[in-house]
């Protein structure tokens, strides 16, 4: 049984479409800086989704401020490693981007 989202989870939801929203809107006035296809959008919806709930998740259940701490910016430093490997390829992995 799936269980309903909280309010924090709806508020993430609601900032991550936003944040979705930009890049969409741009492309859309014909800036030729965001050529996304379905997939980037749903790499990037996904991406931010697991990073949204996973600081949510560390904030909710770890007791600790260290390791809570340790934890949120061991997730941010992945996403962005992340992020920019798959934007511009800064390790020149099979993932990377043009």
């Known amino acids: ?46 991406l931010l989704l697991t990073v949204g709930f996973g600081i949510e998740f560390c904030i909710r259940s770890i007791r600790s401020k260290r390791i809570k701490w340790v934890a949120i910016i061991g997730i941010a430093l992945f996403f962005v490693l992340l992020w920019s490997e798959l934007a511009v390829g800064i390790f020149n992995t099979p993932i990377a981007g043009d």
Do not use: C, H
Not at 9 to 38: D, K, M, R
């Open 1 to 46: 049984m799936m269980k309903k989202l909280n309010r924090t989870q709806i508020i993430i939801l609601v900032v991550l479409l936003t944040l979705l929203l930009i890049p969409l809107i741009e492309q859309q006035e014909g800036n030729s800086a965001f050529n996304w296809t379905v997939f980037d959008y749903i790499l990037a919806f996904s």
